[in-house]
């Protein structure tokens, strides 16, 4: 299978954390990558299996994402949605007449008793997909946010409610039952792996899902392979997302220095922005100063190429 010969890895989330996938794919041969993937934000929507941040990563590495927000497909329709209002169906979290057709197979697959790792793997090949989209985990994990007001389930508090609420506490419901996919545990056993990557995604609610499932942030330090995380904030601003709001809730730093802080113990290295050149010397651990902005295909494939050689002086 593809990810047995992974010379990469790299922990994603969704839109920031599948731009760099999508470099990385755009930058390595076939076959030599493999995108581990938060699926903390999955939750069963009218019925369906959703999984939010796989299939962010799969439609952006099939060239069928929506360039304008980065999730969800392009030249998507709404006609299921319109009729769901008029039915007086939940129309807070919107399934697009594509989109829809994704998580049904999924719903159906998953039913008969297929893992979501393999589901997923097969999926992604039939969309073209060369490289091995794999969930962090066949178990449901389900992350919770904990405020004030009481508990909510993530996507509530994402999506429903748009990270409004102010967070006081992050659990992963699930998650001491939970194994790692056996797909990741070859990807990480690869002899040919050089480099494990953490994409600039939240590392609150998407890469700590992915290190909090049992035994596979060892796994990967075990491996012995340099480990590289990319800051998702610029001059203290998330580029998408609130991960700034989430930090200043839990009284930490907007800074990279925070972000290598989280990260202590699993990382090697740190790229930052050039906004941010004045933290490097303060991370704690050796930094890439370069131009993390991915807003264009080619600072894609930039900022790729640059952390595959950061990660190869480590």
């Known amino acids: ?70 999730w969800g497909r392009r030249d998507e329709s709404w006609h299921f949605m319109e009729v769901l209002a008029q039915l007086g169906g939940p129309t807070w979290f919107r399934l697009g007449d594509r989109d829809l057709a994704m998580h049904a197979e999924r719903s159906r697959r998953l039913v008969a008793g297929e893992p979501l790792s393999a589901v997923t793997l097969d999926l992604a090949a039939r969309l073209g997909v060369s490289t091995a989209v794999i969930p962090m985990t066949d178990e449901a994990v389900r992350t919770r946010i904990q405020t004030a007001d009481g508990s909510l389930d993530f996507q509530d508090y994402f999506v429903r409610l748009r990270a409004e609420p102010r967070i006081e506490r992050i659990t992963f419901e699930g998650i001491v039952g939970a194994r790692p996919a056996g797909a990741a545990l070859e990807a990480i056993a690869s002899p040919l792996l050089e480099a494990i990557l953490v994409g600039p995604s939240n590392p609150y609610l998407s890469i700590d899902p992915i290190l909090s499932v049992p035994g596979l942030r060892n796994a990967m330090r075990l491996r012995g392979v340099p480990i590289v995380a990319v800051c998702p904030l610029i001059g203290g601003q998330a580029v998408k997302g609130p991960t700034a709001k989430i930090m200043r809730e839990l009284g930490l730093e907007c800074s990279p220095q925070a972000i290598a802080e989280h990260y202590s113990g699993l990382i090697d290295g740190l790229v ?17 100063v370069t131009r993390t902005l991915m807003d264009t295909d080619a600072a894609r494939l930039r900022l790729a190429g640059e952390v595959l050689a950061f990660a190869g002086t480590l």
Do not use: K, Q
């Open 1 to 70: 299978m593809i990810h047995a010969s992974a010379r990469v890895i790299v922990l994603s989330g969704g839109v920031g954390g599948a731009r760099l996938v999508d470099g990385l794919h755009r930058h390595l041969p076939a076959g030599d990558l493999a995108a581990l993937v938060n699926t903390g934000d999955d939750f069963l929507h009218l019925g369906l299996h959703v999984s939010p941040d796989v299939d962010t990563v799969i439609y952006t590495l099939a060239g069928l994402a929506n360039p304008a927000t980065g």
């Open 272 to 288: 930052i922005d050039e906004a941010d050149r004045d933290w490097a010397e303060l991370c704690g651990v050796p930094a890439c």
